[in-house]
């Protein structure tokens, strides 16, 4: 299952090409809903859900939270589009998209696998898991006042689904959404049996239909498949005020927010004005903080914690906060990508070579001060992580497959080569030559080159940070000894958006965050049928009959031990596969802000800092700090 609260890093750079087709909406369904099972208030994967229907607020929001003041939040690049449809996950519409749309249901941060109702008072499932039925709360409106209605539901889902790769693949097996009573919408399944998709139809952003389907203040007829920097209508806690493209977007609060007193909003969205600014470079952004630009920033730099700030005043004076909050249960493999289409890297041998030549024990040491730790799972960090040899719930599920996937799974663990010694360096690259050997490459004059083709093998680094170089440029040193020539191209984020779309790469930084439930998103991220759509995640390219049957093995896990060993079993056959070189993270949140805020004595389990959601402006410290400005 997809969190919202996931939707960073590298992925919210995969924007989606936008073509509108025809998903149309029935007004009035044909068939009743289902009627064995009555609607609730919460919808969970695991157990019973925490909170009863009479719950007051959640355990880490605190309702008697103040409310005013102003946060600002800094963010590197720019924007020019307030169109959600077309942005998609790209920057959570400028980092803003939850202030301004609810949906249907809102995750809870203190517990796995559990919504409660938002936009929906309750959530009614089919015995089968072959549809799902949502009722709408009678007084939730637009901030025009017009209520939220099926229709905008059903506008939502068909406009989203016909417009966004990430969607039509999420949804792929939705097949219908339609109204069956005046608040009443149900979702039809083209499948049964998928746990998950109930509760991922809760996650639906809902947009007003009657404002994009009229004309603006111009006379000219809205499009949702269209970029836009026309201010969106929303229904959420905040609205756009004003803004100043490519440099800063202000949020103001909604006095009169439909849903202020639900129980999953008391004591949240407590700040008056919700600032977004942006700088054009990393360093900047840095400096922006230390200036007293914004307020709040994540450093995942470990050479920016380590050395950046200890010697400002601020921080010694106690006025700037240097924090760390726990980051548990989601999972993540950030890496360097191939793309597999290109024929250069269709062979894993090459992928592995790649992998041993680089010395992360010595960039860990030398760069990052020893605060990583290497990446070896694409759900590293969670209990979904493969490790050792498969067990036999794991084996039940490959050895049908033995024929279709890598005999290392069954016979060697996954690791990563050890480096950070001369003689491990040594015996590294000589396996990566042979590697390479085996694979159709020999060194001609201090090159490696292509046996049949005489091609050298390049290959070009593409990102959009130039934080990158300091790990890249020792990297290409390493692959330089084994004949390997590479560039760093770094471009804006425009030009990176448009070629990871078209998968025009040879090798980037991405990272897939994971959550404790991964299902149907999985599709997207690694299946076949993702691999050719243009904006999808399957940025590798993967097509692989035995990975597309492990993802639906997890999709329709029945029950929580049987999500457990297909997603280890996954995670086995895509390491096996040396489709990334994994890089490195941290089971930490290192954060730093001004100290002008106060925060719940509780903090949300799997939500890290809560920042700056349940969080408010507190006036004594920031008397004691001095105001933003």
């Not at 989601?330 to 592995?352: C, H, I, L, S, Y």
């Not at 001369?422 to 080159?449: C, D, F, I, S, W």
Request: proline content about 6%; hydrophobic content about 40%; overall charge neutral.
């Amino acid at each position: 299952m997809r969190q919202s609260l996931i939707e960073s890093c590298r992925a919210g750079l995969l924007a989606a090409v936008l073509v509108v087709s025809g998903f149309g909406f029935q007004a009035v369904a044909q068939t009743p809903p289902p009627a064995d099972n009555a609607f609730s208030h919460a919808i969970t994967l695991m157990g019973e859900p925490k909170y009863p229907p009479s719950f007051k607020h959640f355990e880490y929001a605190d309702p008697a939270a103040p409310k005013g003041g102003l946060v600002r939040l800094g963010a590197q690049g720019g924007f020019d589009n307030f169109n959600y449809v077309v942005s998609g996950l790209k920057g959570d519409l400028e980092g803003a998209v939850t202030l301004i749309y609810d949906t249907l249901m809102t995750e809870s941060a203190d517990e796995p696998f559990t919504s409660y109702g938002l936009v929906a008072e309750g959530v009614r499932v089919a015995p089968d898991l072959s549809s799902v039925s949502y009722r709408l709360r009678e007084n939730a409106r637009w901030h025009d006042g017009t209520p939220i209605s099926v229709e905008d539901v059903i506008w939502s889902f068909d406009t989203l689904k016909a417009n966004s790769p990430f969607y039509s693949a999420y949804y792929q097996t939705v097949t219908k959404a339609e109204a069956t009573g005046t608040r009443e919408v149900t979702f039809r399944f083209s499948e049964t049996g998928n746990r998950e998709l109930p509760q991922v139809l809760g996650q639906l952003r809902i947009l007003p239909k009657h404002w994009w389907t009229a004309k603006d203040a111009q006379g000219r007829q809205r499009d949702a498949a269209q970029t836009t920097l026309e201010i969106p209508l929303g229904s959420g806690p905040y609205r756009l005020a004003k803004f100043e493209p490519g440099r800063s977007a202000t949020y103001e609060r909604v006095a009169d927010y439909w849903g202020k007193d639900l129980p999953v909003n008391v004591g949240r969205n407590n700040f008056g004005t919700i600032r977004n600014e942006y700088f054009r470079d990393s360093t900047v952004l840095i400096e922006a903080l230390k200036g007293d630009l914004y307020d709040f920033r994540t450093e995942n730099v470990a050479r920016n914690w380590a050395t950046a700030y200890d010697d400002f005043p601020a921080v010694k004076e106690g006025r700037l906060v240097k924090e760390e909050f726990p980051d548990r249960g989601n999972g993540n493999m950030q890496a360097f990508v191939f793309n597999t289409r290109k024929p250069k890297f269709a062979d894993e041998r090459v992928r592995r070579a790649f992998n041993l030549a680089m010395n992360y024990e010595e960039m860990n040491r030398a760069l990052f001060f020893g605060l990583y730790r290497r990446i070896d799972s694409y759900y590293f960090g969670s209990e979904l992580a493969s490790s050792g040899l498969p067990g036999p719930e794991e084996l039940a599920l490959l050895e049908p497959l033995k024929d279709k996937i890598p005999a290392s799974v069954f016979t060697t663990p996954y690791a990563n080569p050890v480096n950070g010694s001369p003689e491990a360096v040594r015996t590294n690259l000589r396996e990566a030559v042979r590697l390479l050997k085996e694979a159709g490459y020999e060194l001609k004059n201090g090159q490696m080159t292509n046996v049949k083709t005489g091609e050298p093998l390049t290959v070009e680094f593409l990102e959009f940070q130039s934080v990158f170089e300091r790990v890249i440029l020792p990297f290409a040193a390493q692959l330089k000894l084994i004949g390997i020539n590479s560039n760093l191209r770094v471009i804006d984020q425009a030009q990176y958006q448009n070629r990871m779309r078209s998968f025009d790469f040879d090798v980037t930084t991405s990272s897939w965050a994971e959550s404790l439930s991964p299902g149907n998103e999985q599709r997207e991220y690694w299946g076949s049928a993702a691999a050719d759509k243009p904006g999808s995640r399957n940025l590798i390219g993967i097509k692989d009959p035995a990975i597309d049957a492990l993802i639906e093995k997890v999709v329709f896990a029945k029950d929580r031990p049987g999500v457990i060993a297909a997603t280890k079993a996954l995670d086995r056959v895509l390491l096996a596969h040396n489709y990334v070189v994994p890089q490195w993270a941290s089971n930490v949140s290192r954060t730093l802000r001004w100290n002008r805020f106060s925060r719940p004595a509780v903090l949300p389990r799997y939500g890290g800092s809560g920042f700056p959601t349940t969080w408010w402006y507190d006036e004594g410290l920031a008397a004691k700090t001095g105001a933003p400005r």
